[in-house]
């Protein structure tokens, strides 16, 4: 926690502004370790302090690190105003990627000055404690994975699949799902962000899942595409080797300080060079954390480097329209001399 908040008061530091507030739930969680769906974390040079209402005061008492958090009790709109006053606090950092329109006018009527931060920014290197949660969510979503491959018939419906996926993470020790899980067989595969629907998967399709856990709020997320049966299509099978060359080059290639566009290249390269190069329609991975997308992108367009213990996904894709498709994803802990792949316990070998 002490290294997170002085990283805050860098921010103020270099751009002369009284406060930094976190009022989306990623920000205050990724701070306090304590979940609540209210509230404001209000950090300035001198200290920092939790706004709760009455529906999470007390638990916030008992939960949140007094020691270097205050927790106060949060009444109404005058509960901030009097406290900004009596600290000297004219001017906000608010986060850009979740402050509404509603919340930003809130903090102009009592602030006069506001500039936007970049709260995934702020969330790109992991320490200890969340590169475990992430491990362990990533380790629960290996399981889940294994498992669904075992259990897929022909006859189920994609609907069916999603169904049994949401419901044994949670019986594995799941909190939830990260994100909705994407089921897509035969044809359907070559939509990269398929909903799950009636279609009855059939012998011979190739099937592409795409799921994630949360695990003490840090989200997992791994997509393998394996065939129900002997495969029957020969276009998709020469697709999947191109797509697990790429998704090996990409892990061979990663480590701290190169830049997501030129990881993304790496891996776009091996697509570029085949039959394929038209099919491959979306960015090469994302960084993974309280949210499920977040900051460093492993893109064409992200010029910045990755540090050490900042975490990504590898997931380039194939996607061949009425045929169907392929994507292969893990994700990534980024080292100074490389990567560890935690998603490594679920095979991506061919098994047909």
């Known amino acids: 926690m002490k290294r997170k908040i002085e990283l805050i008061k860098s921010y103020l530091k270099k751009d ?12 205050r969680y990724w701070l306090s370790n304590f979940q609540s769906s209210f509230g404001f974390i209000v950090i300035t040079k001198k200290e920092v302090t939790y706004f709760l209402d009455g529906r999470y005061y007390q638990k916030g008492l008992k939960e949140i690190d007094t020691t270097k958090i205050n927790v106060k009790l949060y009444e109404s709109r005058e509960t ?11 001017s906000a950092f608010l986060e850009e990627e979740y402050t509404s329109l509603a919340e930003l006018s809130f903090f102009q009527d009592l ?3 506001i500039k936007p931060i970049k709260g995934k920014e702020l969330r790109i290197i992991k ?7 992430l491990r362990h969510a990533a ?8 498992w669904i491959k075992k259990e897929i018939k022909p006859g189920m419906t994609e609907k069916e699949v999603s169904n049994l996926l949401s419901c044994r993470i949670i019986e594995t020790g799941g909190e939830c799902n990260s ?11 070559a939509y990269p962000h398929h909903s799950p629907t009636d279609r009855l998967i059939r012998d011979g ?3 592409t899942i795409d799921m994630g856990c949360k695990y003490k709020g840090y989200c997992s997320d791994l997509t393998r595409t394996f065939a129900i049966g002997k495969p029957n299509c020969i276009e998709l099978i020469k697709a999947y080797d191109v797509v697990l060359k790429s998704n090996k080059t990409g892990i061979k290639k990663a480590k701290a300080g190169i830049t997501g566009q030129k990881l993304d290249k790496y891996c776009r390269d091996i697509i570029s060079a085949t039959e394929f190069k038209d099919y491959f329609v979306h960015s090469t991975g994302h960084g993974v954390g309280i949210d499920v997308h977040e900051l ?10 990755f540090p050490a213990n900042s975490i990504v996904t590898i997931e380039p894709g194939i996607y061949i329209p009425n045929i169907g498709g392929i994507r292969i994803e893990d994700m990534i802990l980024i080292t100074d001399d490389g990567c560890e792949v935690l998603t490594d316990s679920i095979t991506k070998k061919r098994e047909w």
């Open 127 to 133: 320490n200890k404690n969340e590169i475990d949660n």
């Open 296 to 305: 460093p992108i492993v893109s064409q367009n992200y010029k910045d480097t």
């Open 111 to 113: 602030l006069d000055d």
């Open 80 to 90: 901030l105003a009097d406290y900004f006053y009596s600290n000297s606090i004219t």
């Open 139 to 146: 380790n629960k979503i290996c399981e889940v994975m294994e």
């Open 179 to 189: 994100f909705d899980p994407i089921v897509a067989s035969g044809p359907n595969g």
């Open 16 to 27: 002369k502004i009284n406060s930094c507030i976190l009022s989306s739930q990623q920000g």
């Open 205 to 207: 399709d190739f099937v």
